[in-house]
Nanobody, 124 residues
Framework: QVQLVQSGGGLVQAGGSLRLSCAAS????????MGWFRQAPGKEREFVAH????????YYADSAKGRFTISRDNAKNTVYLQMDSLEPEDTAVYYC?????????????????WGQGTQVTVSS
């Protein structure tokens, strides 16, 4: 089993920044890929960003490119999502997720473990 515990988030004005963290524990040796998703009220969960175990490969949703940065510190078993130039449309509950294999990084059901979610609210 793998446990993912999120921190960060909160309320910020448009144009501001936030950093989300996701700390992994448990049987993490087999977890190679991490991702961030978000879900706004009344909408489906959508992909935000993905990173490989080494951190050498990253993928972003078009809405996140140029504004969000995913990174990881394997010594701390933690993945981060730095969010800059935030917009009201970024308001959602953000989730980190972990999976074993490559591919299908935009598909929520490809991920085996999920964090508890954290609210991000961007005011205009």
């Amino acid at each position: 089993q793998v446990q993912l515990v999120q921190s960060g988030g909160g309320l910020v004005q448009a144009g501001g920044s936030l950093r989300l963290s996701c700390a992994a524990s448990g049987s993490i040796f087999s977890i190679n890929f991490m991702g961030w998703f978000r879900q706004a009220p009344g909408k489906e969960r959508e992909f935000v960003a993905h990173i490989s175990r080494s951190g050498g490969s990253t993928y972003y949703a078009d809405s996140a490119k140029g504004r969000f940065t995913i990174s990881r510190d394997n010594a701390k078993n933690t993945v981060y999502l730095q969010m800059d130039s935030l917009e009201p449309e970024d308001t959602a509950v953000y989730y980190c997720a972990a999976k074993y294999t490559d591919g299908n990084y935009q598909v929520p059901r490809a991920y085996a473990y999920w964090g508890q979610g954290t609210q991000v609210t961007v005011s205009s």
